[in-house]
C-alpha cells in the first residue's frame, strides 16, 4: 500500500525517523548483536578476556540436563497456562453471551484484572498459599491437606501456574466475547428452530466459527507464558523447589545475572530469540488468517 | 416483540443458572484482592496466627500511611512516583517517536525507507525479557544504572505503535495532503493541524495500553535500580520481603500491593472503551 500523495523532501523524513532508528539501534540490534557474539565465547574465571568456543556453549547447553528440563518445564507451564486461563474465559464468555441484559456489567467486574501486574499477581498468591500465614494453606491444613510449595515442586507449579491463568482470564474473556458476539444470531436461531440443543450448537456452530479468535489467543497466550510471566515465577518461588518452575526466561535471568555465566546465558538468549522468532510468525500468519476470515 | 425471540436465551433456572456461573468467576477473581484488601487492614500479629481474620480490620489509615511515608526500604510514595515517571516516560516516548516515524514512512519517499520498515518490524521479535544481559550492559555503559532515563529509554522501541499509527495515517483521506500541498503548507504543519487532531483517539487508547504496560514492568526495572529510593512499586514489593526467616511485614506489604494496582485498575475501569479499543487494535 503506498500514498498517491507525498510530500518532497529528503532530510526532513530521515530526520523524523531518526529518534526511532537511534533507539532502536542502541537498545535492540546492537544488545542482539551483543548476544549472538558472546554466545560464541567463555570468558577466562578471572573475566578478564574472552575464549572463543564456537558453538561450544549451544552443545554444553543442550546437553546439560537441567536446560533439556527447563524446556520440557516451560512447555509443560505454557500449555497448562494457556489451558486454564482460556477455558476459564471460554467459560465466562459463553455465560455473559447468553445474557440480555447485563454482560456490560459482568464484562466491567471481569476485565479489570488485566490491569494488575504478573508480578503484584504473584505476591497475592504467594500470601494466600503461604506455607506459615496463608489462609488457604491453613484451610487445606484443617481438611488434612499439607501444603508446601517451598518443598513440594508439584505444588510449586500448581501455584504459578493458577497465579498466571488468573490475571490471564480478562484478557482472553474479553476477546473470545468480542468472537462470540460477532457470529450472527440468526445462525443461530436457525439451529435452534431445527431442534439442535445448546451443545450441540455450541460444538457444531459456535465453536468453529470462534476458531479464529481461539487460534489467536493460543499463539498469543503461549508467548504470554514465555515470556511475561517472570514476575509470577520471581515472586512466588524464584525458580525452585530444585528448578521445578525454572522456566527458560527465568533460566536466562539465573545464569546472567545471579550465576554470571555470561556465554551461556548468551547462547540461552540466542536460543530464545529462535523460538519468539517463530512464535511471532505464527502468530502472523493466524492474524493475516484472521483478516481474511 | 423482539424481547420475545427468546427460544435461544434460556429463561427460568438456566437463566439463575447463567448468573451463578458468571457471579462464581467474579469472586474467583476478586478472592485475592479482598484478602490483599484485609491483609492492609489489620495489625501483622492478627495474620501470624491464621487463619487471617476475613473481614476488614481498623488499621487500615496506620498501614497504609506507614507504607508510603517510610516503607520497608524506601517509602512507597517515592516508589510510586517512580512507577508513575516511568509508565508515563514510556507511553508518552513510545507515542511520540513512533507518530513522527509513521509520518516519514507514510507521507515521504525518502531512501532506505523500506529497510527503515523491515528493521522495525524485527523489533516485534526481541522483547527485554530476551536480551537481558547485553541490555543491561549498554544502559550499564551509558551511566543509566538508576536513572530515569535507564528506566525509560530502552524500552521505548516499539514496533506496534508504529504499525498501529502507520495503518491509520494510511486511512486518512489524499485530499487532506492534497490540499495542504496546494496551499503551500509546509509538511510539518499539515502534521501538527490535520494529522495529530485526526489520531486524538488513536494516541489516547494506545496511552492507555502503553501507560499499563509501563506501570508493570518487572524484570527491566529490577535490573537498572539497586538503589531503593529508585525502585518502581511493582518491582519494590518483592524487595519489602525479608531475605532470612523472619515473618515478613504483611500488613505493610499488602497495603503496598493494593497502591500498585490502584492506577492502572483505574485507568483501564475510567477508560473502558478506550482500554478496549487499543488493546484490539495493538494486538491485530
Redesign the interface.
Known sequence: ?E?????K??W???L??L???V??A???????G??VW?SLFIPDPFGLSMQWVGLGNFEYLLSDPYYRASFVTTAVFSVLVTVVSMG?AL??AV??D???KGSGA?R??????????????G???M??FNT????V???LGQLGYDWNHVLNGTEAMGLVVVASA?GR???NF??FL?GLQAIP?SV??AA??DGAR?WTRFRTIVWPLLSPTTF?LLV?NIIYAF??T??VI??ITAGGPQQSTTIL?YK??AD??VGQD?GS??AQ?VI??VV??IL?IVQFKF?ERR?HY | MAQQNGMVEKRGAGHWLTHAGLILGVLFIFFPIWLAFVASTVTQPEIARPPMPLLPGGHLWQNYSKALTSGINAPVALMLFNSAVMAIGIAVGKIAISLLSAFAIVYFRFPGRHLFFWLIFLTLMLPVEVRIVPTYEVAANFGMLNSYGGLILPLVASATATFLFRQFFMTVPDELAEAARVDGAQPMRFFVDILLPMSRTNIAALFVILFIYGWNQYLWPLLITTDPSMNTIVMGIKQMFPSGDDLADWPVIMATSILAMIPPVLVVIGMQKLFIRGLVESEK
Do not use: C, D, N
Open positions: 500500500m500514498k498517491r500523495v507525498t510530500f523532501g529528503v526532513l523524513p530521515l523524523l525517523v529518534p526511532q532508528l533507539i532502536t542502541v537498545f535492540f540490534f546492537y544488545p542482539a551483543q548476544a558472546q476459564v467459560v465466562l455465560l455473559a447468553r445474557l440480555i459482568y466491567t467486574l471481569l476485565i479489570w484484572p488485566y490491569a494488575v501486574a504478573p508480578a503484584v499477581a505476591v497475592l498468591w500470601f494466600m506459615r500465614v496463608g489462609v494453606t491453613w484451610y488468573w482470564i480478562s484478557y474479553l476477546f468480542a444470531r443461530i436461531e435452534a428452530i445448546f489467536f498469543v515470556f511475561e517472570f514476575g520471581h515472586t526466561v536466562v535471568y546472567g545475572f555470561l546465558s548468551a538468549s530464545l530469540l519468539v522468532s511471532t492474524v483478516v
